[in-house]
């Protein structure tokens, strides 16, 4: 009995001994679960950060996700855990600002759009001890839709069209308040009862458009990142040109702003009134049919006498179908004028109509080589098929490539199906598609289908890094930069060769100046004017005229944007990144515009970012940084005084003040002017101007004044 109670003694004694050289070869003082790893008890860095995305392209409804990836390797290549890793972005919204990398050395956050603008968000991933990755993504979806009440309009006045600017997000929700601008250019004029302003409470901009000058203008209205037009023809006012002028349905009026396609029941008389002056030949207009007949008989082609500038003839159809009807001069098919007509049985009690397409991408057609697509519109009524209804099928908005729908109108069968064929251009889309609308005619219902033409690489963007840099002498900065090419879908493309070019347009002048935050001193930027580069032909010589401000040379010159390098190539994720090299004296008073350009189906596709060159922030804020290089530059005739000009404040333009050494600051509005009496053309003034809030803070800045 003592034997068994002294083994079971020891025994445990064993098990305490053993416990206890456990713990003292445990994990440490720190309490580190890692353990050693050979660095002295610090925290392993990596070596190289990428970054990566699970999509190039979210939607701008705020729903819509990619998944930003970035991994850590260290400097053979295999992947580190546990390191902290700090996401930011220019644009959108992400789901955290940092993650720890896990074991497979990935940390991973949720972008995005968080706006209703398209736009390219830069989303930068960095961690300590090595250079931070960048990566663009496009916000997409947002949409401008135009419409007009009349395409057509006399150069008087007389009659005027009303233009329609809708403003929606990818999720087809209006947007309120988003800025419109408007440009019209063309062979004609017309003028514009605005040309900027803001979309109302229901998404709407709305412009009277006047005719001026007789030719073809398009309007182009820019708006939430995007862009759309819409042409206009402005005719000679009292000029009567050949065409189809009007039409008379039955008993009923005569209509002149009918509806092409036009919609017509069965065995219903249709008068059709062609304008026909001045007629080359013998005075009678040729009316053709591809359905119907003429004048109560069977014949679809009828020659009828011009009276009074006028000839006219009655279609009717005891068919449905689809008339295309054709009107010209009797022995010359020019000019000639058309209209469809859409004949069908009585459908008024079709309510609704579903628009289906037997494949939803497509590929373009080029050369001989045609793409096609079955779209078949469905029609009922009260879930019952509606036959003899005319469907007519539009590209509501085409590219501009050829591509196509035939028929335009097509009468639904008995089974309440209407088919036509939709044939591709030689055009890619993007992720959004052509939209294709069925429409039952002489009805608002409809229905509409996206069909994407491609899966080659339709987009381009151009991002750049949160992080900047500086190189070993410490006289450049580097800026992170990427180009980020995707196809139609969305998806990355590898291997693509992505031009670049740099162009410096336009310079800042300006001082910094110091202020107080909080309990700290810091320096800020002030701005006092902003110039577009002087070589406004861009060819890096100092043309006649070029230099404004008169200092023998370009300003600003081309080495002041800095480089970047002339091809990339993308990677597997699509993107290609590279370094903007510049000086740190261009910082802030530098604008860049950066071209990145790329080919797609033998056609060049180019993106530009322009942005004005960042510095780092405890550089600038601690005044290691120089003022603008140039000053503020005003032009005056020679022999007399410049216009008053009032400088940016710098805090409050109601309690700032300024003064100058040799020019006049008016005390009631702070406007600048000098005082050139006795100056010559090519005489050069110089001046200096401090702006002052209550004494502090103060900033001070050169301006130059050029006589001509």
């Not at 062609?274 to 679809?300: E, H, I, Y």
Request: hydrophobic share 40%; proline share 5%; net charge negative.
């Amino acid at each position: 009995m003592k034997i068994r109670d002294f083994k079971r003694g020891f025994l445990i004694f064993l098990i305490i001994l053993f416990s206890v050289f456990l713990i003292s070869c445990g994990t440490g003082d720190d309490g580190d679960e890692g353990g050693d790893d050979g660095t002295g008890g610090e925290t392993a860095q990596g070596a190289s950060l990428s970054i990566a995305t699970s999509q190039a392209t979210v939607q701008s409804d705020n729903i819509d996700s990619a998944d930003i990836t970035a991994t850590v390797l260290d400097k053979n290549g295999a992947v580190v855990g546990d390191v902290l890793v700090t996401f930011s972005t220019s644009a959108g919204f992400l789901n955290a600002s940092s993650r720890i990398t896990d074991s497979n050395g990935v940390a991973s956050v949720t972008f995005t759009s968080g706006t209703d603008n398209n736009q390219t968000a830069t989303i930068t991933a960095s961690a300590s001890g090595v250079s931070p990755a960048s990566i663009p993504i496009q916000i997409v979806g947002s949409k401008l839709t135009l419409a007009v009440t009349e395409n057509s309009i006399p150069d008087d006045g007389s009659e005027t069209a009303e233009l329609t600017i809708t403003a929606t997000n990818a999720a087809d929700v209006p947007q309120s308040g988003v800025p419109i601008t408007l440009a019209a250019a063309g062979t004609g004029v017309v003028t514009l009862s605005e040309t900027d302003g803001l979309t109302s409470l229901t998404g709407v901009f709305t412009v009277t458009v006047t005719g001026t000058s007789a030719g073809t203008v398009t309007v182009t209205a820019q708006g939430a990142g995007d862009t759309k037009s819409v042409d206009f023809t402005v005719n000679l006012s009292g000029q009567i040109v050949f065409g189809i002028d009007a039409v008379q349905e039955g008993a009923g009026p005569l209509d002149s702003s009918f509806e092409d396609p036009y919609p017509l029941s069965t065995n219903t008389d249709l008068r059709i009134v062609v304008n026909a002056p001045d007629p080359p030949g013998p005075a009678q207009v040729l009316f053709a049919t591809t359905v119907g007949g003429w004048d109560g008989g069977a014949s679809k082609v009828v020659f009828k006498g011009i009276v009074a500038g006028q000839a006219e003839a009655v279609l009717r159809s005891a068919d449905a179908g689809s008339a295309t009807v054709e009107v010209y001069y009797a022995g010359s098919q020019l000019p000639r004028d058309s209209m469809t007509v859409a004949i069908s049985r009585p459908a008024l009690d079709a309510d609704s109509v579903v628009l289906q397409a037997s494949a939803d991408v497509v590929q373009p057609s080029i050369g001989s080589e045609t793409n096609t697509v079955t779209l078949t519109a469905t029609v009922t009524s009260g879930g019952q098929p509606v036959g003899g209804a005319a469907v007519a099928f539009s590209i509501v908005n085409p590219l501009g490539g050829g591509e196509s729908i035939s028929p335009v109108v097509a009468i639904s069968e008995s089974t309440g199906e209407a088919i036509t064929t939709f044939e591709s251009g030689t055009l890619s889309t993007d992720q959004n598609g052509i939209t294709i609308r069925a429409t039952v005619v002489g009805t608002a219902i409809e229905d509409e289908i996206a069909i994407e033409i491609g899966g080659t690489a339709l987009s381009l963007a151009i991002g750049y890094g949160t992080v900047i840099q500086s190189n070993e002498s410490n006289t450049l900065y580097l800026l992170p930069m990427s180009v980020l090419v995707a196809d139609a879908n969305g998806n990355p493309v590898s291997g693509a060769t992505v031009s670049l070019g740099l162009w410096p347009t336009a310079y800042r002048t300006g001082a910094w100046y110091e202020t107080r935050v909080g309990e700290q001193t810091v320096w800020r930027v002030y701005t006092s004017g902003i110039f577009p580069n002087e070589d406004v032909d861009k060819d890096g010589y100092r043309d006649d005229g070029e230099d404004i401000n008169l200092d023998n040379q370009l300003t600003p010159p081309n080495s002041a944007g800095g480089t970047v390098p002339a091809t990339v190539i993308t990677d597997d994720n699509g993107t290609a990144n590279f370094e903007l090299e510049f000086l740190k004296t261009s910082a802030v008073w530098v604008t860049d515009r950066i071209r990145a350009t790329t080919m797609v189906l033998e056609t060049e596709t180019t993106s530009y970012l322009e942005f004005g060159l960042p510095f780092e922030k405890l550089e600038g804020e601690g005044h290691l940084l120089g003022d603008s290089p140039w000053p503020y530059l005003l032009v005056a005739p020679a022999g007399g005084t410049t216009a008053p000009v009032l400088f940016p404040s710098i805090v409050d333009p109601d309690f700032d003040t300024y003064e100058a050494i040799f020019g006049d600051i008016d005390t009631l509005d702070n406007t600048y002017t000098y005082d050139g009496t006795g100056t010559v053309a090519g005489d050069i003034a110089s001046d200096e101007v401090t702006v002052h809030y209550y004494g502090y803070p103060t900033v001070t800045f050169p301006v130059r004044i050029v006589f001509e």
